[in-house]
């Protein structure tokens, strides 16, 4: 090492700088050795997302307002905010959201008897379905059976009308009603439509 004033380069000391490489040194060589996270598989969401609430609502926003009531979508997860539900429903499937709920993109495989259960749920529910829609459709066609009852009543009575109508005209003895009134006899018939 020089001394002199002009002299003004840094100077490094190679001893100490020897002694922090081979410590580095020992470090890599025996690592710390920590344990890997353990994330669960992804699963199903076992809620439904609300999306419609705030549809079609408008909220007046300041410079105030807390970052959670702010426009836009919040995600309490993740504290941020996204501003259409397409994006928000992305945030939700996608990696970031997913390893802040301790969870790993890794899907547990199914074994067979797992699906085989599964589809023997699904033929269930099919065939509650199926008894619920056989329901409806009796239901139905009993509701267009008692119409097509009352219809017939209705054309029944009509008919009966009509015959009263008919036969009524027959015993003034085919004399029109302003006729047998003018001649007296509108009192003495049997018939309700000339009292």
Request: with cysteine; net charge positive.
């Amino acid at each position: 090492m020089t001394m002199r004033p002009d002299d003004h380069r840094r100077k490094w000391d190679k001893n100490e700088y020897e002694k922090l490489a081979a410590e580095r040194l020992l470090n890599q060589v025996a690592p710390k050795e920590e344990e890997p996270v353990q994330r669960e598989n992804l699963k199903r969401r076992d809620y439904k997302v609300d999306l419609d609430s705030k549809l079609g609502k408008s909220v007046v926003i300041n410079k105030n307002t807390p970052t959670s009531q702010s426009g836009g979508y919040y995600c309490n997860v993740c504290d941020c905010v996204v501003k259409d539900s397409i994006n928000f429903l992305d945030h939700i499937n996608g990696k970031k959201h997913q390893r802040n709920l301790g969870m790993s993109m890794k899907v547990e495989r199914s074994t067979v008897d797992q699906v085989k259960e599964r589809f023997q749920q699904n033929k269930k529910k099919m065939e509650e379905k199926q008894k619920d829609y056989e329901l409806d459709k009796r239901l139905r066609e009993a509701k267009e059976e008692e119409e097509r009852y009352k219809e017939h009543r209705k054309e029944k009575r009509k008919e009966r009308k009509r015959k009263a109508e008919d036969s009524g005209d027959l015993a003034s003895g085919g004399i029109p009603d302003d006729m047998a009134a003018i001649m007296g006899f509108s009192g003495f018939g049997g018939s309700k439509k000339n009292s």
